[in-house]
T-cell receptor
Framework: QQPVQSPQAVILREGEDAVINCSSS?????VHWYRQKHGEAPVFLMI?????EQKGHEKISASFNEKKQQSSLYLTASQLSYSGTYFCGTSDSGGGADGLTFGKGTHLIIQP | DAGITQSPRHKVTETGTPVTLRCHQTENHRYMYWYRQDPGHGLRLIHYSYGVKDTDKGEVSDGYSVSRSKTEDFLLTLESATSSQTSVYFC???????????FGEGSRLTVL
């Protein structure tokens, strides 16, 4: 079952902050965040693991609420280059190689 | 950038014809995945592999088969292509279980 992302789309001015949410009905082992620009492949941003370990991008932060099976991606002081579609991907196994289940994406548009 | 290439990058074919997409990696990563991406659906897992000759189904595997005879190559085959299989196909690799995914540039398939 796909995780649910919100909002579906957001338009910001450069320098403003954005929060993208991802929630799942399953107990999660990890949450990944990827950004995809139009016509390109998704690019890894962040991974949050059960137990609190976090690895990823230095200018973007994220949280993982294990009790609620929710994750949020925080983009502060947004730049034009942040525009794109953001996907969360979840793993609900204890590390098995069953791939990630992705949400439908959040379209982020940054205007000058 | 991770060494991962997909071929062909673009293909137009007719309904009922067989199609094989190739994913080649030079990273010696154990895990390989095939996803399809369609508007409104995000990325959906077709099949994945956790080693040579070790493969398993994802959430949208009907109509697709895969093979992995060497660590570096993961083939996706559509035995008899249908218009519903028109999509962009992404291959991804991962070094570790639940580790970050590195995506190929995608293969755009159109079935007429």
């Amino acid at each position: 079952q796909q995780p649910v992302q919100s909002p579906q789309a957001v338009i910001l001015r450069e320098g403003e902050d954005a929060v993208i949410n991802c929630s799942s009905s399953k107990a999660l082992y990890s949450v990944h965040w990827y950004r995809q620009k139009h016509g390109e492949a998704p690019v890894f941003l962040m991974i949050l693991l059960k137990g609190g370990e976090q690895k990823g991008h230095e200018k973007i932060s994220a949280s993982f609420n294990e009790k609620k099976q929710q994750s949020s991606l925080y983009l502060t002081a947004s730049q034009l280059s942040y525009s794109g579609t953001y996907f969360c991907g979840t793993s609900d196994s204890g590390g098995g190689a069953d791939g990630l289940t992705f949400g439908k994406g959040t379209h982020l548009i940054i205007q000058p | 950038d991770a060494g991962i290439t997909q071929s062909p990058r673009h293909k137009v074919t007719e309904t009922g014809t067989p199609v094989t997409l190739r994913c080649h990696q030079t990273e010696n990563h154990r895990y390989m995945y095939w996803y399809r991406q369609d508007p409104g659906h995000g990325l959906r897992l077709i099949h994945y592999s956790y080693g040579v000759k070790d493969t398993d189904k994802g959430e949208v595997s009907d109509g697709y088969s895969v093979s992995r005879s060497k660590t570096e190559d993961f083939l996706l085959t559509l035995e008899s292509a249908t218009s519903s299989q028109t999509s962009v196909y992404f291959c991804a690799i991962s070094k570790d279980r639940a580790g970050e995914l590195f995506f190929g540039e995608g293969s755009r398939l159109t079935v007429l």
